[in-house]
């Protein structure tokens, strides 16, 4: 499925601010911690958990553990994603981390470089999320998606990314049928050089400079 965190009043307050021109890489990079932060809280609502007993000071009753909580693994596809981990990892703090270098070339191939891939081996029990803002063309995705197949099969796979077009998330579902999407949005549509509209520019350059 692809969900998007659009009745989430919050994190479309977030996104507005990274959206604006005038957000500097301080408030910019501030913004996409707290985007990691509150979609990986909101993702936690999708995940298996298990009762236990808990003993208070004064009697035992029942409580939870969200049990998928402590099986994940988050690939970081460079740069973008840097601090969006940082705030996911607030969330799964137990998280094993995998970080890919991608690089797309120009229109109309989108050719992707990927020169740099290390990704810890991945579990029956694990949920991978694959982060990265931005899911323009969806190229970068599909090869990223293609590479962390080899290191196991895991649980669920989910990418999570800040916005997309439609053309890349369509890319991402023929591809890989069982990928579940997250986005805080989806937006309208892709310019003739593989940018995101409305958008929010590109979010390594304003993110790292
Ligand atoms: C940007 O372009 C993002 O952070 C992604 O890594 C990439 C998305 O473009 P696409 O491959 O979906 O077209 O650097």
Do not use: C, W
Not at 8 to 34: A, Y
Request: aromatic share 6%; net charge neutral.
């Amino acid at each position: 499925g692809v969900y998007s965190f659009e009745d989430s009043p919050f994190i479309m307050e977030i996104l507005t601010q990274l959206r604006d021109k005038n957000t500097d890489s301080i408030e910019f990079r501030k913004g996409l911690v707290k985007l990691g932060r509150y979609m990986g809280y909101e993702l936690t609502k999708t995940m298996e958990v298990e009762k236990v007993k808990v003993e208070t000071p004064l009697e035992e009753t029942e409580g939870i553990i969200v049990k998928d909580r402590r099986n994940v693994v988050i690939i970081t596809v460079l740069r973008a994603a840097i601090p969006l981990m940082e705030g996911l990892i607030k969330v799964f703090e137990h998280a094993r981390v995998g970080i890919v270098s991608a690089v797309r070339g120009k229109a109309p191939e989108f050719k992707i470089e990927m020169d740099y891939v290390k990704i810890p081996q991945i579990k029956p029990e694990d949920t991978v999320i694959v982060a990265d803002p931005m899911i323009a063309t969806g190229s970068t995705l599909t090869r990223v998606l293609g590479e962390v197949k080899k290191y196991g099969e895991p649980k669920r796979t989910i990418v999570l990314g800040v916005l997309a077009a439609p053309e890349g998330i369509s890319k991402i579902k023929s591809e890989f049928p069982d990928v579940e999407i997250f986005v805080a949005k989806i937006d309208r549509e892709l310019d003739h050089k593989g940018y995101i509209l409305p958008g929010l520019g590109d979010a390594g350059d304003r993110a790292f400079g």
